[in-house]
C-alpha cells in the first residue's frame, strides 16, 4: 500500500512551465507503475501520461505528446510531471496514481494539484 501526495501546481500563463511531483508518504512507490491523469471542470478525468517501475518505458496522452514528460527517482520515492508550453486546455486538477504491473488499473491516488493555465 502506499499514500500519494501531489504538488506544484499553480496558476501559469500559456507558454509556461510547471513541474508537478508526486511524493509517497507511506510506503514505496518502486514495485510501481505511475501514472498522472488529469480532470477539467465538466470534463470525464482522462490519462495524461504513465512511466514504467524501472523508469524504462514513457507513454503520453496525444494532447501531452511532445510537451509533457515523465520521471521518477524511486530513492526519493517521487515522480514528476514536467509540463512545458502549457496550454489553457491543460487547466484541470491533476492526479498521480500507483498500479501493480501488469494490472493497468490504478489503485491508489493522491488527492490532486491545481493547474490552471491563462491566455
Known amino acids: 500500500q502506499v499514500q500519494l501526495a501531489e504538488s506544484g501546481g499553480g496558476l501559469v500563463q500559456a507558454g509556461g512551465s510547471l513541474r508537478l511531483s508526486c511524493a509517497a508518504s507511506?510506503?514505496?512507490?518502486?514495485?510501481?507503475?505511475m501514472g498522472w491523469f488529469r480532470q477539467a471542470p465538466g470534463k470525464e478525468r482522462e490519462f495524461v501520461a504513465t512511466?514504467?517501475?524501472?523508469?524504462?518505458?514513457?507513454y503520453f496522452s496525444d494532447s501531452v505528446k511532445g510537451r509533457f514528460t515523465i520521471s521518477r527517482d524511486n530513492t526519493k520515492n517521487t515522480v514528476y510531471l514536467q509540463m512545458n508550453n502549457l496550454k489553457p486546455e491543460d487547466t484541470a486538477v491533476y492526479y498521480c496514481?500507483?498500479?501493480?504491473?501488469?494490472?493497468?488499473?490504478?489503485?491508489?491516488w493522491g488527492q490532486g494539484t491545481q493547474v490552471t493555465v491563462s491566455s
Open positions: 512511466i514504467s517501475w524501472r523508469g524504462s518505458t514513457t
Open positions: 496514481a500507483a498500479t501493480v504491473p501488469p494490472s493497468e488499473k490504478y489503485d491508489y
Open positions: 507511506e510506503g514505496t512507490i518502486s514495485r510501481y507503475a
